[in-house]
């Protein structure tokens, strides 16, 4: 009984490992796809973050440029107002 056991383990043990063996193609074929995958995502994280920068820059001289605006309008009321005040006088 034990011999009938063994043997039908070993033809089970037998079995598996084949089948395992068998597959290496399908997994490499797996890899190659999940790693061109992979380098497409990265050639587009790559694009993103160079606009993303460019945005960044971009957005920074638009801030600049509102600020010097904000700053030559309060200059241009302050000159009304001093114009307005010395007609009052």
Do not use: F, P, W
């Amino acid at each position: 009984m034990k011999n009938k056991l063994l043997i039908a383990g070993a033809i089970a043990t037998t079995a598996l490992l084949g089948g395992c063996a068998n597959n290496n193609a399908d997994v490499e074929k797996s890899v190659g796809s999940l790693s061109s995958q992979v380098s497409k995502l990265t050639s587009q994280v790559q694009m993103l973050e160079s606009e993303q920068g460019s945005m960044k820059t971009e957005l920074q001289s638009a801030t600049a440029a509102a600020q010097q605006a904000s700053e030559e309008a309060q200059r241009a009321n302050s000159r009304i107002d001093n114009i307005a005040a010395s007609y009052s006088k």
